[in-house]
């Protein structure tokens, strides 16, 4: 696989959420992101940080423009997020936090190449997915 670091890389991506303390719990404890809190301007409002990967977040209170000419709703998105261990452990991870698993193990190609993915919803309902590259197909 090649990747070229000197052209276009990704920063961020919208999601819309319904709720701030259950999403951010959610995001925070299920999905390990790091919560960055905005207060400036107001109303005070997050982010999830994945490494150097913003989710900016959309939520009560808020006004946001410019947006798409469909504005991201609560429940839309469909992302998947890299899982550091094998997709049991994810699978574990998921059971200890009490989310349902909808499918996986299956095999699928990301942007790592060939792994194993774990699908899963956040609370409104968004599809989240874990890919392993942990061991491969």
Known sequence: ?????????????????????????????????????????????????????????????????????IPAQPGMADLCLVW?????????HLQEHGIAVEQGPVPRNGAGGPGFSVYFRDPDGSLLEFISYAEQP
């Open 1 to 69: 696989m090649s990747h070229r670091s000197d052209g276009i890389t990704l920063d961020h991506v919208v999601i819309a959420v319904s709720d701030w303390a259950r999403s951010n719990a959610f995001y925070r404890d299920v999905c390990g992101a790091d919560l960055v809190e905005l207060t400036e301007p107001p109303p005070t409002r997050w982010r999830y940080r994945f490494g150097d990967i913003n989710f900016n977040v959309h939520g009560p209170g808020m006004a946001p423009d410019p947006v798409a000419r």
């Open 84 to 92: 550091p261990g094998t997709a049991e452990q994810a699978i574990q």
